[in-house]
């Protein structure tokens, strides 16, 4: 079996191109949040009014927020899941070759982002179109989600710019 070698020993240029990748990438997933935060408020209620729509108190009422049509479910879950799942593998992949944690913690950070990933969007679809109580799981899903991509993402950054040795 060929042994592998570990990122702190890769080129110089090649730790250049994975450090900047995972600084673009970082912030794009903060502005994704950052969205977020502005149509939910990370709230579960924010979350059941952004897919469930705003409730009518009367037959005057004109609604804040309508709720999400089947198409566009399907065009978000769509467009969400097969990017983040690319993102999850490409990070995994780049944990790999990371020396911080042991392999059971690379084997956890490689599979859970993937899970969670299908869990919050699969928990949209039932917010939408179950019960507004699955809110809390679209909650805890994701939150596992974006933990996981922080410290995957800090330690490949970490170790592509600061690993002590070079070559």
């Given at each position: ?56 108190n009367d037959d005057f009422d004109i609604q804040e927020k309508y709720e999400k ?36 913690w690379k084997r956890f950070f490689m599979i859970e982002p993937l899970v969670s ?51």
């Amino acid at each position: 079996m060929k042994t592998i070698s570990p990122l702190s020993l890769w080129p110089r240029p090649m730790k250049y191109l994975v450090s900047v990748f995972m600084l673009v990438l970082t912030i794009g997933v903060t502005t994704g949040l950052v969205y977020v935060s502005q149509t939910t408020g990370f709230r579960p209620g924010g979350a059941e009014e952004h897919y469930r729509g705003s409730p009518a108190n009367d037959d005057f009422d004109i609604q804040e927020k309508y709720e999400k049509s089947f198409e566009n479910m399907l065009l978000t879950t769509h467009s969400h899941i097969i990017s983040f799942s690319i993102v999850f593998f490409i990070l995994g992949i780049l944990l790999y070759f990371t020396s911080t944690f042991s392999e059971g913690w690379k084997r956890f950070f490689m599979i859970e982002p993937l899970v969670s990933t299908f869990v919050t969007f699969g928990s949209l679809w039932a917010l939408r179109y179950l019960h507004s109580s699955l809110s809390i799981l679209t909650l805890i899903s994701s939150l596992l989600m974006y933990v996981s991509f922080y410290i995957m993402a800090g330690v490949i950054f970490y170790e592509s710019m600061f690993s002590p040795k070079e070559n």
